[in-house]
């Protein structure tokens, strides 16, 4: 095969990277919004991947068509760091100073950093920037004040230690 002149049935690489990093971002957008569901109602992850997938993929969130995000991703994250939630809030202690505790951040702010925790700890697949970049996103759309950046530094700081070798 000529790399030049791939085979019809092939889309070039950077439309597929392009889909499917937005299909990506989706999903983490999907998956920081059901796992604030879940911290702030007790729900399982089963149901709360199933109700998203069923229903609010379908009807998009606040405006946002979520139908093109990448539905294997968004349950791999919600599941996942539904199941190590223990291990991830012990890699974000050692990451916030001594004075503040886990339990002082705000809900969403603490899923945001779950999510990007999990990824850089236990998904080698994106590279610890575009993480960083991705969770960072997140947090300004969520938040308007000094949250975005507080993410930053604890992203900063934990791909630093979990990842060490991309530095």
């Avoid at 996942?80 to 809900?107: N, Q, T």
């Amino acid at each position: 095969m000529d790399p030049a002149h791939p085979p019809e049935s092939e889309s070039p690489p950077a439309k597929l990277s392009g889909r499917k990093a937005r299909s990506r971002r989706l999903a983490r957008l999907a998956a920081v919004q059901a796992l604030h569901q879940m911290e702030t109602t007790g729900a399982g992850a089963d149901a709360v991947v199933s109700e998203f997938l069923d229903h609010r993929v379908k009807e998009g969130i606040d405006g946002v068509d979520l139908s093109p995000l990448d539905r294997a991703f968004f349950e791999a994250l919600v599941r996942g760091v539904s199941g190590e939630e223990k291990d991830l809030d012990d890699i974000l202690v050692g990451m916030l100073p001594e004075a503040w505790p886990l339990d002082r951040l705000d809900a969403l702010l603490r899923v945001i950093l779950r999510g990007g925790a999990f990824e850089l700890g236990f998904s080698q697949e994106t590279p610890a920037r575009s993480v960083i970049s991705e969770y960072v996103g997140l947090a300004h759309d969520f938040f308007g004040g000094k949250e975005p950046a507080m993410a930053n530094g604890i992203l900063d700081a934990m791909a630093r230690v979990l990842r060490s070798d991309e530095f």
